[in-house]
């Protein structure tokens, strides 16, 4: 008797019917169709406006044109410790080996090396205010953009992002956290996981503007915990430290030596902006 299968009722071509490239390059198009309509639905609602001086642009998460140079980027040449900019470079940047500052030199820090997107001065201090104290966060696809383009050496091998956690206190007051909102961002278009726990507050500290650096680091000693639960997160991993601004190094210092402590394999810091 000769058995009737399943498979023997199909039309010959049942296997790649559905997924035919007419079929999908059509479905493509529809779905791009319908993307489109979407987004022109959404920016006749919400135009979208520049984050600096909320003027009419042609796309979101961007500056206009009279912004865009009133952001100071930091580009090479820079210190290869600090990410401090350079007045210049003896030679070609780079093909001597790292440069580093005379302050790296006489005061090294204890992470391995820091990125900034831009001098925390001007448009810049004003949208990470926003941020911070205005609870703004029109910018964090445009400050996700630029970390990633600031930190490309740093992302190239990294294990782990892990913003600086705040304490429990501001945490609550401010309702969130703008470090863990940047790495979020760099995570969505890098796919380096972030460890939102790996690095603990073990206590409060003093608010740290009109601080020394001194004043600073006596402020954050010792503030900083890799949690036992997280010590597999960070051992032996390469790691990027994620903050909004760079002032003295005094908290990136503190959360390095921390996470160096238990063995990470390499800490280096990645921010929005550096006071320099």
């Given at each position: 008797m000769a058995l009737i299968t399943q498979s023997s009722k199909l039309p010959a071509d049942a296997e790649t019917w559905d997924n035919?490239?007419?079929q999908t390059s059509a479905t493509g198009q529809g779905r791009q169709k319908l993307r489109n309509a979407a987004r022109r639905l959404i920016d006749t609602i919400l135009p979208p406006l520049c984050l600096g001086c909320e003027c009419r642009i042609l796309s979101h998460d961007a500056l206009c044109p009279t912004c865009w140079p009133k952001i100071d980027f930091i580009r090479a040449p820079l210190c290869d410790r600090l990410g401090l900019p350079l007045p210049y470079s003896s030679g070609s940047y780079g093909t001597d080996g790292p440069i580093i500052s005379a302050a790296a030199a006489a005061d090294p820090p204890r992470y391995d090396r820091a990125r900034a997107v831009a001098k925390f001065d001007g448009l810049m201090r004003d949208l990470v205010h926003?941020?911070?104290?205005?609870?703004?966060?029109?910018?964090?696809?445009?400050?996700?953009?630029?970390?990633?383009?600031?930190?490309?050496?740093?992302?190239?091998d990294a294990d782990a992002l892990v913003p600086i956690p705040l304490a429990r206190f501001r945490l609550l007051s401010r309702r969130f956290n703008q470090a863990q909102i940047l790495a979020s961002e760099v995570?969505?278009?890098?796919?380096?996981?972030?460890?939102h726990f790996a690095l603990l507050r073990t206590r409060s500290t003093a608010r740290q503007v009109g601080m020394s650096r001194g004043q600073r680091q006596r402020n954050v000693a010792g503030a900083f915990v890799v949690p036992e639960r997280a010590l597999g997160e960070v051992a032996g991993k390469k790691i990027i430290l994620i903050d909004d601004v760079i002032t003295t190094g005094a908290t990136v210092s503190a959360a390095a030596q921390a996470m160096k402590k238990v063995g990470a394999a390499r800490v280096d810091v990645l921010a929005l902006a550096l006071v320099c």
């Open positions: 035919s490239p007419e926003d941020m911070k104290y205005q609870d703004s966060h029109n910018g964090r696809r445009l400050f996700g953009r630029w970390l990633a383009d600031a930190g490309r050496e740093l992302l190239t995570q969505r278009l890098t796919a380096i996981p972030v460890r």
